[in-house]
């Protein structure tokens, strides 16, 4: 009896064992599977980014030949001195560094300005309102109406026009919303109505400054839409002096505009600097961005996840 039970045993701990081991292959193969797949989106990114970079620094006939892969072919910086001796493409930086800042720096004012009070449990009419900010997520008057309130409020042609219409998003304002109620415990405004502190003097003293990784969140988003923003400047500008650096890099990109390089180039090299010029203009309009997301990176996750799992 006793021989028949340790060998039930010891069958009992070998299944076991096989099954552990089979559990554990499955499970490296997943992680394997995993990195495969991440890798392989890796790629996908990263080589035409690479490929790029590498043609912005390339000769212009090394561009238009077809010789550039993933290393520059006789090193130039050509397309960029070109790049920033046109002033059209000049201004354009500039205009899209003023419409980001400005546009981005109203529309976090606004998103706070309009999340905090709905997020407050007490504030009368909240639900009514947030659905009806939902709705407008949702569904929307259409380009030939806001044109129409563009135009009615004098922002025709002018830099509001690229900052106003679009200075919230109901995005933004779900998450602020979903912060300030979650990730400021109910206590804390409780004991600072205590001490005296109305609701603005709490939001200015003590939920704007726990809310930074939520503010560096939102502020992200604001400044990545409006850095590549060029529809709202294709139908509200008319004047090239306004034009972001997006619907400069458009008309040299898809309608293969140039905008003075006839002044710098001689007749037989003007489409090959063309194209060149194309990949310098991608680099260009991406570093500002690459720039920017480091410093709110280490926020970005806590950001987005604060607020949105209760407990």
Same mark, same amino acid.
């Given at each position: 009896?006793?021989?028949?039970?340790?060998?039930?045993?010891?069958?009992?701990?070998?299944?076991?064992?096989?099954?552990?081991?089979?559990?554990?292959?499955?499970?490296?193969?997943?992680?394997?599977?995993?990195?495969?797949?991440?890798?392989?989106? =890796?790629?996908?990114?990263?080589?035409?980014?690479?490929?790029?970079?590498?043609?912005?620094?390339?000769? #212009?006939?090394?561009?238009?030949?077809?010789?550039?892969?993933?290393?520059? $072919?006789?090193?130039?910086?050509?397309?960029?001195?070109?790049?920033?001796?046109?002033?059209?493409?000049?201004?354009?930086?500039? @205009?899209?560094?003023?419409?980001?800042?400005?546009?981005?720096?109203?529309?976090? $004012?606004?998103?706070?300005? /309009?999340?905090?009070?709905?997020?407050?449990?007490?504030?009368?009419?909240?639900?009514?309102?947030?659905?009806?900010?939902?709705?407008?997520?949702?569904?929307?008057?259409?380009?030939?109406?806001?044109?129409? %309130?563009?135009?009615?409020?004098?922002?025709? *042609?002018?830099?509001?026009?690229?900052?106003?219409? *679009?200075?919230?998003?109901?995005?933004?304002?779900?998450?602020?919303?979903?912060?300030?109620?979650?990730?400021?415990?109910?206590?804390?405004?409780?004991?600072?109505? %205590?001490?005296?502190?109305?609701?603005?003097?709490? =939001?200015?003293?003590?939920?704007?400054?726990?809310?930074?990784?939520?503010?560096? $969140?939102?502020?992200?988003?604001?400044?990545?839409?409006?850095?590549?923003?060029?529809?709202?400047?294709?139908?509200?500008?008319?004047?090239?002096?306004?034009?972001?650096?997006?619907?400069?890099?458009? @008309?040299? =990109?898809?309608? @293969?505009?140039?905008?003075?390089?006839?002044?710098?180039?001689?007749?037989?090299?003007?489409?090959?600097?063309?194209?060149?010029?194309?990949?310098?203009?991608? $680099?260009?309009?991406?570093? #500002?961005?690459?720039?920017?997301?480091?410093? /709110?990176?280490?926020?970005?996750?806590?950001?987005?996840?604060?607020?949105?799992?209760?407990?």
């Amino acid at each position: 009896m006793t021989d028949l039970t340790a060998e039930s045993n010891q069958t009992a701990r070998a299944r076991l064992r096989k099954r552990s081991l089979n559990v554990v292959l499955v499970d490296r193969l997943f992680v394997a599977a995993v990195y495969i797949l991440l890798l392989t989106f =890796l790629a996908i990114v990263l080589l035409p980014l690479i490929y790029i970079v590498a043609s912005s620094f390339s000769s #212009p006939a090394a561009v238009s030949a077809g010789r550039v892969s993933f290393w520059p $072919v006789d090193f130039t910086l050509r397309g960029y001195e070109v790049a920033l001796r046109d002033p059209k493409i000049v201004s354009g930086f500039i @205009n899209s560094l003023f419409y980001t800042t400005a546009g981005t720096a109203l529309s976090v $004012v606004l998103t706070i300005a /309009v999340a905090f009070p709905l997020s407050r449990v007490d504030f009368f009419g909240g639900r009514l309102i947030t659905k009806l900010i939902v709705f407008t997520m949702l569904f929307s008057g259409g380009l030939i109406p806001t044109y129409m %309130v563009v135009r009615s409020m004098g922002m025709l *042609n002018t830099p509001w026009a690229m900052i106003v219409p *679009n200075a919230i998003g109901v995005w933004q304002v779900i998450l602020a919303m979903s912060y300030f109620r979650d990730a400021i415990p109910k206590e804390l405004y409780e004991a600072a109505r %205590v001490d005296g502190a109305g609701d603005l003097r709490f =939001l200015l003293l003590i939920a704007i400054p726990l809310a930074k990784p939520m503010i560096a $969140v939102i502020a992200l988003m604001y400044a990545i839409w409006q850095w590549n923003s060029y529809f709202d400047a294709l139908i509200y500008l008319r004047t090239d002096a306004l034009h972001p650096l997006q619907l400069v890099l458009r @008309n040299i =990109l898809i309608l @293969n505009t140039q905008s003075n390089l006839g002044d710098a180039t001689a007749m037989l090299e003007r489409q090959q600097l063309a194209d060149l010029l194309k990949y310098s203009l991608i $680099v260009i309009s991406t570093v #500002p961005v690459l720039l920017i997301y480091p410093f /709110v990176a280490r926020h970005f996750t806590k950001g987005i996840m604060l607020g949105s799992v209760k407990g």
